[in-house]
């Protein structure tokens, strides 16, 4: 079992930054990817981010060059850095952990409660 707990979400002005922490404890998997994701009132969820173990990164197109994801293996945490915030950007914000170790686990996902990013404009 792994455990997720986001943090750092907050009301913020448009062009302001902040940066979300995603906490991981439980059973230790070497190979993984992290992901962040958001929710938008009355949108779907979307993949912001992702991570791998081997340390590839990807994006959606929309937060390229605006947005960084990065770990801290000591912490066991996984970090969204954002800047040039839009209103666009409003949403609850996700992290997902999932298992590509091969094995009884692989592909098992865990989920985050999220946590919210207001931007005013």
């Known amino acids: 079992q792994v455990q997720l707990v986001e943090s750092g979400g907050e009301l913020v002005q448009a062009g302001g930054s902040l940066r979300l922490s995603c906490a991981a404890s439980?059973?230790?998997?070497?190979?993984?990817?992290i992901d962040w994701y958001r929710q938008a009132p009355g949108k779907q969820r979307e993949l912001v981010a992702g991570?791998?173990?081997?340390?590839?990164?990807n994006y959606a197109d929309s937060v390229k060059g605006r947005f960084t994801i990065s770990r801290d293996n000591a912490k066991r945490t996984v970090y969204l850095q954002m800047y040039s915030l839009e209103p666009e950007d409003t949403a609850v914000y996700s992290c997902?952990?999932?298992?590509?170790?091969?094995?009884?686990?692989?592909?098992?996902?865990?989920w985050g409660k999220g946590t919210l990013v207001t931007v005013s404009s």
């Open positions: 997902k952990f999932t298992v590509l170790a091969t094995g009884p686990y692989y592909g098992m996902a865990y």
């Open positions: 439980g059973s230790i998997f070497s190979i993984y990817a």
């Open positions: 991570l791998r173990s081997g340390g590839s990164t």
